[in-house]
């Protein structure tokens, strides 16, 4: 069964800092692409980044500069580390994982950026 689960979701001040975490169990994790999305209320669901099997990664530009997408496949996670976070980052992150056509999301995490 595939399972990818999302975590490190919170509530954090315009400036601060977050990391999150996805973690697959149930597919080859080296050969995903892995990639974190959001939506925030009453929009459609974007792309933040994405991290290829050989680690080359791309980035929406709202947060080029700001987020980094990593992964460590001894641990089957992808990683968004958030910074300088935005009231405008408040939404709902997921996680996918896309390989060949075969596509697969996690159930999402909520950051919520709020003084």
């Known amino acids: 069964q595939v399972q990818l689960v999302e975590s490190g979701g919170a509530l954090v001040q315009p400036g601060g800092s977050l990391r999150l975490s996805c973690a697959a169990s149930?597919?080859?994790?080296?050969?995903?692409?892995m990639g974190w999305y959001r939506q925030a209320t009453g929009k459609q669901r974007e792309l933040v980044a994405t991290i290829t099997s050989g680690g080359i990664t791309n980035y929406a530009d709202s947060v080029k500069g700001r987020f980094t997408i990593s992964r460590d496949n001894a641990k089957n996670t992808a990683y968004l580390q958030m910074n300088s976070l935005k009231p405008d980052d408040t939404a709902s992150y997921y996680c996918d994982a896309y390989w060949a056509g075969i596509d697969y999301w996690g159930k999402g995490t909520l950051v919520t950026v709020s003084p």
């Open positions: 149930g597919i080859r994790f080296s050969l995903f692409r």
